[in-house]
């Protein structure tokens, strides 16, 4: 990205370190000035394939048509083989019966097909041979998928989104955390250590150390042309009513990542409400009902969702 263009973003970076300087336990530990600098002129974030491009595309092409996602998967032979496996998987409960993309289409739905593509081509893209020494593959692609899944199950009760872009921008919202392992693996091995020694939020470490990889993300989004929402929940997912755009949607995804990352160190769902922010909780426009749903529906599709990360990462 130009430098031009990082007025605001180097202005969003220091609202929020301003914000976390009580963290004075860190100061010691701050990136100094030079390395911020060579952070900020980072031009060479993950440039995506065109495969991906395409079927992100397709997201938000409501004329498209499954021949079209046949053709663009089918263009990979490798991509094919890994939709086909995965299709083939306990977690659709077809095994054997699918042969061909067009058949998996009609089993599991076009969506479902074009969100597993996606998954598995930028599974294929962070390759763990290539990311951070301390970058978990399997935990990181676990959480995305179940932070898409939940994100689906809300839309689909709310009316807010599609239940299938949901999906996308749950499986979307860390993506800096991939450009950082991949990019910045120095950097994010330092916080990953700092994360693990002081019981911090890695969020909070980001923000007062260097800078957060919800505006990586942004970044990465950007370069690859992103829709704006997909966009805007990337950056604002953690402060949803920080944002100026899209509010509601990011604070779906904060609810989705919320319950995907706290729900299995708490007995009840009242006890997660407690966790969220009332005007976050209104602004989904979600009710204790809904809660408490989703807090059942993790902890039912945990072992599903865990043989579905495996199975994605050995395809």
């Not at 929020?16 to 060479?44: A, G």
């Not at 593509?117 to 990311?131: D, K």
């Not at 800078?211 to 993300?217: A, D, K, N, R, Y």
Request: glycine fraction near 6%; aromatic fraction near 6%; charge should be negative.
């Amino acid at each position: 990205m130009q430098r031009e263009r990082l007025g605001t973003d180097a202005a969003y970076i220091i609202r929020n370190q301003n914000c976390v300087k009580e963290n004075c336990c860190l100061n010691s530990e701050r990136i100094d000035l030079d390395t911020m600098k060579e952070i900020l002129d980072l031009d060479d974030l993950p440039l995506t394939g065109n495969v991906v491009i395409e079927i992100l595309g397709m997201l938000t092409d409501k004329t498209c048509k499954a021949a079209e996602l046949e053709k663009v998967i089918e263009r990979d032979p490798g991509l094919s083989a890994q939709v086909l496996k995965i299709a083939n998987s306990a977690f659709y409960g077809l095994r054997g019966n699918v042969n061909s993309i067009a058949r998996a289409m009609v089993l599991i739905g076009m969506e479902e097909v074009r969100n597993v593509a996606l998954t598995v081509c930028l599974m294929n893209q962070f390759r763990s041979s290539s990311m951070a020494r301390s970058f978990d593959s399997f935990s990181f692609w676990h959480h995305s998928i179940m932070t898409g899944l939940l994100a689906r199950e809300i839309a689909d009760q709310i009316n807010l989104v599609r239940g299938s872009e949901a999906y996308v921008m749950g499986l979307l919202h860390d993506l800096g955390i991939l450009g950082m392992a991949s990019k910045l693996a120095v950097h994010y091995d330092r916080i990953s250590s700092l994360e693990s020694r002081r019981n911090i939020v890695r969020y909070e470490i980001e923000k007062s150390l260097t800078i957060p990889h919800t505006l990586v993300g942004y970044w990465i989004a950007d370069r690859w042309s992103l829709p704006e929402v997909l966009k805007e929940t990337i950056l604002w997912h953690h402060e949803p009513l920080e944002g100026e755009k899209f509010v509601a949607e990011s604070a779906l995804i904060h609810v989705a990542d919320l319950i995907t990352t706290q729900a299995d160190h708490m007995e009840s769902s009242e006890q997660m409400s407690d966790l969220l922010d009332t005007e976050i909780f209104s602004r989904v426009g979600m009710d204790s009902e809904i809660l408490a749903d989703l807090f059942s529906l993790k902890v039912n599709m945990e072992k599903e969702v865990r043989g579905l990360s495996a199975v994605l990462g050995s395809a």
